[in-house]
Every structure is written in structure tokens, then in C-alpha cells.
């Protein structure tokens, strides 16, 4: 089994960190530094850093609701960091991402997998978020969202997406792939700019009445939804997503 795949499978982090690891030479097989594509059998002793790891008992699924400032990261060295924000008991990393000005849900697991399956663009699994913008919205506003938009920074064409007037200054919005800072992108493409941005839904998981800074496990019906949903989809190494 490659390296990547097996940290992911045994629920230490994605196969996208899991390569980063590898790449800052901090992955350890047999006490020998790993390389990119190494492959690992039964027995074998892996390291990261100087801590062994082996396969996570309990697989785990939280619901978190990331105040603003919070980095999507697992990086120790980054202040702000969301591992230590949540603390929690066992390792568990960020579904994708949401950027460190935006708050709202996010998901934190331990099972690499499932991570990709989930976040992969190609699957086209929904995000739904509620924006503030800094004047009010118009209809060609809304529809030039809604239509592909070029995003001339990233030199990528967006999906067409739902999109619903909310308030005078504000809208939902439903999209099925994930660039970086997207909505706030297409956003200024029309003269905009994002004053809030708040994810209230991943898929069939709902932020509801989760009070900021607090988290909760995904409930057995969720997930079973959640792994319904998903059944079919891909799980090749992703893309990161930031928005």
C-alpha cells in the first residue's frame, strides 16, 4: 500500500497531508525517511516525527462551528490553528476547508477517506452559505453569480450555482465545488465585497442552533445518509478547498 494511502486509511490525516508530511521528510518508514510513493507492508514500522502511529480505533465525525480567525490548518506552527482550537481527545483534521475570515461549519475527522469521497470537486457534493455583501444586491447581481463566472486570479470558470436574495445586503448560496475564497472572488468580480460569510450546511449536515466555538458529533442517522450519499463517488487524492 503506498504511504499516503495508509496513513489516510488508518485515520491519521489526509492523503493531501500525508504527502505534504512526506515531502518535509517528517515520515519515517522502518526508521528510514520516506520519499513520495514509498510503499508500506503489514508489520512495518511508521513514524511521523518521532511519534509511531497506528490505526485509530473509533472512527470520528464532528460538527464544528469555526468562529472567525480560526486557520484551517493542522500545521502546530500556525497560531490560531483549528486542531488546537478544538482539542480534541484523539487526532482528527478539517473536511476541506473555510477560510480564517469566514465562520460557520466545518467538519473534523479521523478518517482519511471519507475526507476525500466528500470534498473531491468532481463529486459535486453541496455547501450552502449565507452572505453579506458591502451594498445592496440586484437581480443582475444575482444572476451574474448564479451563471459561471471567470475568476481571472485562479484562471477558472465557476459551475452555475442557486443562488436566493436573503435581505436587502445579503444572499444564500448553494455550490458545488470549492476554490480558493471563491464566493468572495465571484463577488468582487461584480463590485462587491463580502462583508460576512457563514457555511450553514455541508451535504445532509446542518449547523442549525451550534453555538460558535462549540462542536458536536454527527448523529449514527447523519451518517448514514452521509455514507449513502457518498457511496459512489471518488476517493482519489483532492484538491484543497478554501472556501
Do not use: W
Not at 514509498?38 to 468562529?67: F, I, N, S, Y
Request: charged share 30%; net charge positive; aromatic share 6%.
Amino acid at each position: 500500500m503506498r504511504l499516503n494511502k495508509y496513513l489516510s486509511d488508518i485515520g491519521y490525516c489526509s492523503r493531501r497531508e500525508a504527502d505534504r508530511l512526506i515531502e518535509a521528510g517528517k515520515v519515517f518508514v522502518d526508521g528510514v525517511q520516506a520519499g513520495l510513493g514509498v510503499q508500506v507492508e503489514e508489520g512495518q514500522e511508521v513514524r511521523v516525527g518521532k511519534k509511531v502511529v497506528t490505526k485509530t480505533d473509533r472512527p470520528v465525525l464532528l460538527a464544528l462551528h469555526k468562529p472567525r480567525g480560526i486557520e484551517c490548518t493542522t500545521s502546530k506552527q500556525v497560531k490560531n490553528n483549528i486542531v488546537d482550537f478544538i482539542n480534541y481527545p484523539c487526532r482528527v483534521y478539517p473536511v476541506g476547508r473555510l477560510d480564517k475570515d469566514s465562520e460557520g461549519l466545518i467538519l473534523m475527522t479521523n478518517q482519511g477517506d471519507l475526507v476525500n469521497k466528500m470534498m473531491r470537486s468532481g463529486n459535486r457534493h453541496e455547501k450552502e452559505y449565507l452572505v453579506t455583501v458591502d451594498k445592496p444586491v440586484n437581480e443582475g447581481f444575482l444572476k451574474g453569480i448564479a451563471a459561471p463566472v471567470y475568476l481571472k486570479e485562479l484562471d477558472v470558470t465557476t459551475r452555475p450555482c442557486e443562488v436566493e436574495q436573503t435581505g436587502k445586503c445579503s444572499f444564500r448560496i448553494i455550490l458545488t465545488q470549492g476554490y480558493n475564497r471563491q464566493i468572495r472572488r465571484m463577488c468582487e468580480t461584480f463590485g462587491f465585497k463580502v462583508t460576512k460569510l457563514k457555511r450553514i450546511r455541508i451535504m445532509n449536515i446542518y449547523l442549525d442552533n451550534l453555538k460558535v466555538g462549540t462542536y458536536r458529533e454527527v448523529t449514527p442517522r447523519e451518517m448514514k445518509e452521509l455514507l449513502e450519499m457518498i457511496k459512489d463517488s471518488s476517493s482519489e487524492t483532492v484538491r484543497e478547498i478554501h472556501e
